[in-house]
């Protein structure tokens, strides 16, 4: 049995957990893998995005752990709960998550002080949106329960992936979103040039080895 875990005893990663954990569903452990990752991309270039941002916990801590100067986080949800629901996804039939809106983000983006670089978006992703966010991506988190959604943004994110680039799914192996395991399962199977991780704790890991074609 391992028992290391260092999201415990580390600090800084403590207060920004703090600031955002009433704002949002994922949690310790994840949000502690996608700091951690943040952390690391400090000589990565390009922006970071979420879609599946609900109330804006994963998202600003993910703006809150960044070092790098320039950087944008956009952040995309409908604001009005999960779409795409199709017959691959065992328990969302869509709406679910709209208990939220993009005051609470803001506001929760300011508290933290990272309204500078976060940018919010309202609307269902790529469809809307997606002309606002940069072309060069550095890190991209999928958290959007089905899977119709999850492989829309994942179809539009990985061209503009940079090489060294990380793409983190959540629900990944969690009861009730086998569409989002699947979709996954598909993804790495058919397509070359990423590293692939998972673990039992509800996040799958894509880093970006190659450009495509190469
Ligand atoms: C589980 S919640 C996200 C949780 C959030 N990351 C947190 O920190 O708590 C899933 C969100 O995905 C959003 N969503 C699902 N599909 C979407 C899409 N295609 N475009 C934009 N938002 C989407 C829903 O509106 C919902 O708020």
Redesign the pocket.
Known sequence: MASHAPWVNDSAFRHVYEA?RN????DMMRLYELWTLVRQLGDVEGDFL??????????CLMAMADQRKGRSVFL?????????AGTHDTSYSGG???D?GVDLVVGLAERCQVADKVRVLA????ESNADRVSDKLALV?I????FK?AL??LLWATPRLVRGGVVVF??YGFYGCEGVTRMVNEFVTQNQGYRFVHNLNGHAIMIKVADDGE
Do not use: I, Y
Not at 23 to 26: K, P
Not at 143 to 146: F, G, I, L, P, Q
């Open positions: 955002v704002h949002t569903l994922v979420e879609v599946g941002v609900w109330r804006g916990g994963s998202g995309a949800d409908t604001f009005s709960g999960v779409v795409k679910e998550h709209a939220t609307g269902m992703f790529p988190h958290d959007v329960d089905v959604s829309d943004v959540d629900d």
